[in-house]
């Protein structure tokens, strides 16, 4: 068993319970781990799914968090990317198999073993699970950490680690870039980020939306063209034009009415639901013209590290509200209203006082 040391962080002890302060135990550096002192951790709708068992198979107690900005203070004896003082971050990975088909591809995300969660995943090292960035301190192996550059506000570099990821992959998967014509249905967390990405990486951005009071901040983050996806002229005027979608909407919702605005060989990717689809999906549109309804999730971690290098060179990051680690249960009951502009960030020298 390795050595340990106790962490304060906030969690829950069951699925009905607020989150509230309590102490973990975190293992003491091993060879090739790095440890982090946590400076912000961003609010993921998957922190609190998990805290509230939402998709069952919650280990407690739960410690969310797994979009963790922080410096370095401690290195194994055989660390060689990593030294005290670096700027890193950790996102919803901090172990895979490393072996399998997927993860000698840069997939990790897809490791054919099972990855492992930075929370509620195995903990090998332990037992039991894994605790996430809701804590002053994580220790990971460096090969699950990321660099992040310094020239960010890093703050607001936390949701990347997530959001970002979660619509980096598809955009760079079904090749975004100049010349593409791309759709991003629902402005959240992640919605945002795509528009922001996506412009980045010079396609043409539309926003789907089923309000009028999203299409100034749509274009503010750099949407080219907002289309409402209650009004049947506007839909039809976007017939067979994008070359990807990307679906962020969290929520069981028909995707036919988008389907039909995928351009020959155009994909549309959900990235926001998980779960069965009430409605069936009409396969006429999609055999008409090669059309495609995908999935995706996070992305690995060369990948991840590609995106931060990229939002370094672009200056991208997320639109974020700063709270206080003892905010948290008042976060998660605005979070599910769809009351913030995009993201929760939480200031964890909070969490220290």
Known sequence: MAQTTQVKAFGTEAADQDLREMTIVRREVTASDVEIDIL???VCHSDLHTAR?????????VVPGHEIIGRVTKVGDAVSKY????????????DSCRTCESCQKDLEQYCLNGSVGTYNGKD???GGHTFGGYSEKVVVDENYVLRVPENLDIKAVAPLLCAGITTWSPLKHWNAGPGSKVAVIGL???GHMAIKLAKGLGAEVTLFSRSTNKIEDAKKLGADTVVISTDPDQMKSVAGKFDLIIDTVPYDHDVNPYVTTLSVSGTLVL???IGKMATALNTVPMIMGRKAVAASVIGGIKETQEMLDFCGEHN???DVEMITMQNINEAYERMLKS?????????????KK
Not at 53 to 61: A, I, L, T, V
Not at 84 to 93: A, P, R, W, Y
């Open 339 to 351: 009351d913030v502009k995009y993201r929760f960030v939480i200031d964890m020298a909070s969490l």
């Open 271 to 273: 990235v926001g639901y």
């Open 188 to 190: 959240g967390g992640l």
């Open 40 to 42: 912000y951790c961003g």
């Open 83 to 94: 030294k005290i003082g670096d700027l890193v971050g950790v996102g919803c990975l901090v």
């Open 316 to 318: 991208i990051v997320s």
């Open 53 to 61: 068992n939402d998709w069952g198979g919650s280990m407690y107690p």
């Open 124 to 126: 090998k090292f332990l």
